[in-house]
């Protein structure tokens, strides 16, 4: 399977990604929806929403709290570190990700797109300001806006929120330009974004999958590497360069 998938990339022009939570497994961050993904332990709709932050911030800020700290001591694996080395493989080239660790961005890809922002950066929930202060991941108060008081959020889109408008719109161009769409590490259930490998396929590109299980896009794909991604990824890469 990975050879044909190599056969094909070597004729491909034009290549797009979408990826999720499992390309960051094998970085020691817990995905989603994995048996002990996060959010097995605690209620995403609970978390990861403004309804459960209003509800309750010291819990929500102290969960991404946590979560900022397991992605500090995270370096970023082969999977993230082949991915950097793709972009410079193709004429054209887009990775979008689901992901809020930015392991991408300290693996050295450039223009990343992130479809559901990031949990480095935080804002006011009153005046929108940006927060400039440094955060201690052992902080466990809730900060507040120099200018204004109000209450400080991590920069991240929560269940039922709109994603950032420029951000779809770059990865939906990259799913109708795309040639060859891979879809790694992502359960591909939550929308929108898990709309983009299915408009890539629509628009005529090879799907692929890199997903050691099965997800709800799996009987869709044209091919399906069902590896870990920093494995499947590397052996990708070495094909590619065996030329
Ligand atoms: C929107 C940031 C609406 C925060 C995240 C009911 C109430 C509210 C909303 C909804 C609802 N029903 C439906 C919705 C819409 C909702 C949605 O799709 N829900 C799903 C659950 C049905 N979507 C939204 O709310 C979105 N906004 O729709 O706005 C709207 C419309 C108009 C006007 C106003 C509003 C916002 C969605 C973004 C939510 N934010 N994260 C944070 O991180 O704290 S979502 C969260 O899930 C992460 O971003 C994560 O990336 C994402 C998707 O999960 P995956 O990345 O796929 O991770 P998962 O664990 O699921 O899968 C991991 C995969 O990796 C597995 O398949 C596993 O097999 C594989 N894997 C494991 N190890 C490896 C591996 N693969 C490769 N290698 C390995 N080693
Ligand atoms: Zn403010």
Redesign the pocket.
């Known amino acids: 399977m990975i050879n044909e998938v190599a056969k094909i990339l070597r004729k491909a022009r034009k290549v797009a990604i979408l ?5 960051s ?2 970085s020691g961050i ?5 048996p002990d ?3 097995a332990k605690f209620n ?2 609970e ?3 403004m309804k459960g932050f209003m509800s309750n911030p010291q819990l929500v800020w102290e ?2 709290q946590y ?1 900022r700290k397991i992605i500090a001591n995270a370096q970023p694996n082969a ?1 993230h570190y082949a991915i950097a080395e793709m972009e410079k493989m193709f004429d054209y080239f887009s990775l979008a ?4 660790d930015r392991l991408h961005h300290r693996a050295g890809s450039t223009n990343v797109i992130e ?3 990031n ?1 480095i950066e935080n804002y006011c929930i009153k005046c929108g300001e940006y927060y400039r202060k440094e955060i201690n991941v052992e902080d466990k108060s809730l900060p507040k806006c120099e200018s204004c008081g109000g209450q400080i959020r ?1 920069a ?8 950032p408008q420029e951000a779809l719109t770059k990865a939906y161009d990259a799913s109708q330009i795309a040639e060859v769409y891979f879809s ?11 709309d983009l490998p299915r408009h890539a396929k629509r628009n005529g590109a090879v799907l692929i999958e ?6 709800a896009l799996s009987g869709y794909v044209d091919f399906k590497i069902a ?6 990824l590397p052996k990708l890469m070495k094909l590619l360069k065996e030329e």
């Open positions: 990826t999720g939570a499992g390309v497994a094998e817990a995905t989603f929806r994995d993904g996060l959010w995403p709709m978390l990861a929403s969960w991404y979560r999977g990700t689901q992901n809020v479809l559901h922002g949990i991590p991240v889109v929560w269940f039922g929120e709109m994603l790694i590490g992502t359960s591909a259930e939550v929308y929108p974004a898990a890199i997903n050691p299980n099965q997800t590896e870990p991604s920093a494995v499947a």
